[in-house]
């Protein structure tokens, strides 16, 4: 019996997939057995249909028949054509973009979500030869663009610690998910049906508990072909004649403007006299403008361009904006034109971008159809291309056909476990790794960390005076240990002593012994006195010197590990004699090194003749070169000033001139 009745189940999904269904003609065996998901979290199946963050794309399937799919996104597709519409859907870019950030794609609902509170309408990606316009000198904005514009605001609104930032525009749509979802016990538990939010008045939207009693009294009869009387003039039907509920469709933009006025009462019709009756959609009215306002290779309307650089003069500018304003005026008049039927729809569907497109559908202007707070507009909760007939038809047919959501619930639950450990995971990673914050520093400790970096600057650009006096202004012990103490520069060089012992600071040592009366016998942590780490002469006579000055009892020169002092003129006398002696070193080095040099080098005779292949260099060193005419004149003009040298070179130029009438007149 069980298994007679998921046959049943499955073989009644197969022919809602094979055949969609219109949301108001739906089955009386499916209408009647339809329960809501209730997005609060009591429905069955919440986990899968109300959480949209932990849907899985890859684990779901639409029941459509065919092959066709997008792995990416994680749907089907009836057509090859449905297929290549998807891949120029602003869907299927979002998901190509959270790839490249590392982020998982999200499903059809979610994109839609993510897109409800942009504030212009929806307008997916047209064909390659339409550019919509914009309000700048750049291509139009789509929808994905809006997306990841706002995204990458929001994002950089909280990465400068402001938090959550209300927008600046007011917020259009609830934010609910823009698909109610149902369940029939007549279909598979995993299996789902889903109606558009937008094909509901607000007032229907805001007793959505009740929403099935809507949706039953939504249902219409088909009714067939029958002859409506229409207005001569402007072909549409007389509004006081068509009492059937009907909708406005309208897209423009680029130069395209598509408006259609649908029935929502199927049409009963026969493709053959014989054959079976099938149902169809009823098109009261329809009709299509193109002109040429797009500026094809930068993109942009003419307008926006004029109102960003000023106008431009050429005759493709006054061609665009020509158009433009017949473009307008051809909109306006059929819109009154339509405003009976207008008046009478049920919903107005529009999707105009670019503030041009705006104000051409909602003015001001005298006579004005449409407005922009009539409650009944919406936008189209899914992606668009260029305006046209088939267009509309198509956003029509999506818009009353139902969805059909085939869910994996256990793939989804072992995903949903997989992704809970993953966060655990993560979460324990960036707990061992978190770094204890440092304790807040009292003020003497601050204090005493300036006091360091000052002391430090002073010593390493040798300011004896500075330093000295950095100690008394600031009472400042000169065995003033650096902070903090635990530092590994520190551990070697404690104090100033030491620090300036380490540099070989001659002038220093001596002026904090002397002078600002540091104790030479403070040990660093290895237990060593600032003289130990002196490494040059120098630097130990400073502290000899500074025992001798300052006498024995100044200081334990013992534990201070000083030898025995030394007076100054000693230390200096034996400085001069290291000197001499180095001196005298390094010119017997020279010596040597010169005659080396003499012995290994080239032999030259001094008065022998020199030929070619002496060299030039070598016979100018020997005084055998004469010099060039060009080193002859620059010779003599080294030293002139500019007045000089043109005088020089006139002189030149005249005697040159008087050589050859000279030659001339003797070779005559």
């Known amino acids: 019996m069980t298994s007679a009745l998921q046959q049943a189940m ?103 979500k993510l897109v409800g509170d942009l504030d212009e309408s929806l307008s997916g990606s047209d064909s390659s030869e339409s550019d919509d316009e914009d309000d700048g000198d750049a291509r139009k904005e789509t929808t994905l663009s809006a997306l990841l514009k706002k995204q990458a605001h929001i994002s950089s609104n909280s990465n400068d610690g402001e ?28 299996t789902y049906l889903g109606v558009y939010r937008a094909i509901f008045t607000n007032a229907e939207q805001e007793s959505e508990p009740t929403i099935l009693d809507i949706v039953r009294k939504k249902q219409l009869a088909p009714k067939p072909a029958i002859k409506t009387p229409i207005n001569q003039i402007t072909g549409v039907p007389l509004p006081e004649a068509y009492k059937e509920p009907h909708i406005f469709l309208c897209m423009i933009g680029g130069g395209h403007f598509a408006a259609m006025i649908v029935s929502l009462t199927p049409k009963q019709t026969k493709s053959i006299p014989t054959g079976p009756i099938s149902k169809e959609a009823t098109v009261l009215a329809h009709k299509t403008f193109h002109r040429y306002t797009t500026r094809r290779k930068q993109g942009g309307a003419q307008s926006a361009n004029d109102n960003a650089k000023g106008a431009a003069h050429s005759a493709g500018a006054d061609l665009r904006r020509y158009n433009e304003q017949a473009l307008t005026e051809e909109v306006r008049a059929l819109l009154r034109d339509w405003k009976g039927m207008i008046d009478t729809s049920e919903l107005l569907f529009f999707r105009a971008t670019g503030n041009t497109n705006r104000r051409t559908l909602f003015g001001p202007y005298d006579g004005q159809v449409l407005r922009q707070n009539d409650p009944r507009i919406r936008g189209f909760p899914f992606s668009t291309r260029r305006a046209t007939q088939n267009e509309l038809m198509r956003a029509f047919v999506e818009l009353t056909r139902v969805k059909v959501l085939e869910v994996d619930e256990a793939a989804i639950a072992a995903e949903k476990l997989a992704a809970e450990e993953a966060a655990k995971q993560e979460s324990a990673k960036a707990a061992k790794k978190a770094t204890p914050t440092a304790p807040k520093l009292s003020e003497e400790e601050e204090t005493a960390l300036l006091h360091t970096s000052q002391l430090q600057a002073l010593i390493r650009r040798s300011k004896v005076p500075a330093l000295v006096s950095y100690f008394k202004s600031n009472d400042i012990s000169p065995d003033f240990a650096f902070q903090p103490p635990d530092a590994q520069q520190h551990f070697h060089a404690p104090t100033s002593l030491h620090l300036a012992a380490s540099q070989n600071s001659a002038p220093l040592v001596t002026g904090l012994l002397s002078k600002a009366g540091a104790n030479p016998a403070v040990l660093n942590g290895d237990g060593k006195a600032p003289f130990d780490l002196a490494g040059e002469r120098a630097t130990r006579d400073a502290f000899r010197v500074a025992r001798s000055e300052l006498g024995e009892a100044k200081w334990d020169w013992e534990a201070a590990h000083v030898p ?45 003749p020199l030929g070619k292949a002496a060299g030039r260099g070598r016979m100018m060193a020997l005084g055998h070169v004469a010099k060039t005419a060009q080193e002859k004149r620059e010779e003599e003009a080294r030293g002139m000033t500019p007045e000089m040298r043109m005088r020089l070179d006139r002189e030149r130029r005249a005697r040159a001139a008087e050589e050859r009438m000279k030659r001339m007149q003797s070779g005559s």
């Open 10 to 112: 499955e073989q009644r999904k197969e022919e809602v997939a094979r055949r969609p269904l219109y949301v108001y003609d739906l089955p009386q065996d499916i209408l009647s057995t339809l329960t809501q998901q209730d997005d609060t979290g009591q429905g069955p199946q919440n986990n899968v249909l109300s959480s949209t963050d932990e849907v899985v794309p890859e684990s779901r399937t639409e029941s459509a028949a065919g092959a066709k799919s997008c792995s990416l996104c994680g749907v089907a597709f009836h057509t090859v054509e449905d297929q290549r519409s998807h891949i120029r859907s602003d869907l299927h870019g979002y998901n190509l973009k959270q790839r490249i950030r590392g982020a998982k794609p999200v499903t059809e609902g979610e994109f839609e």
């Open 163 to 190: 938090g959550a930032v209300a927008p600046t525009k007011r917020k259009r749509g609830s934010g609910k998910p823009p698909i109610i979802w149902f369940a029939s016990t007549t279909l598979p538990s995993n």
């Open 564 to 608: 025995v002092a030394i007076s100054r003129a000693e230390a200096d006398e034996r400085d001069a004699r290291e000197k001499k002696e180095e001196a005298k070193i390094e010119e017997e080095r020279r010596k040597a090194e010169t005659a080396r040099l003499k012995e290994e080098g080239p032999k030259v005779v001094e008065n022998g």
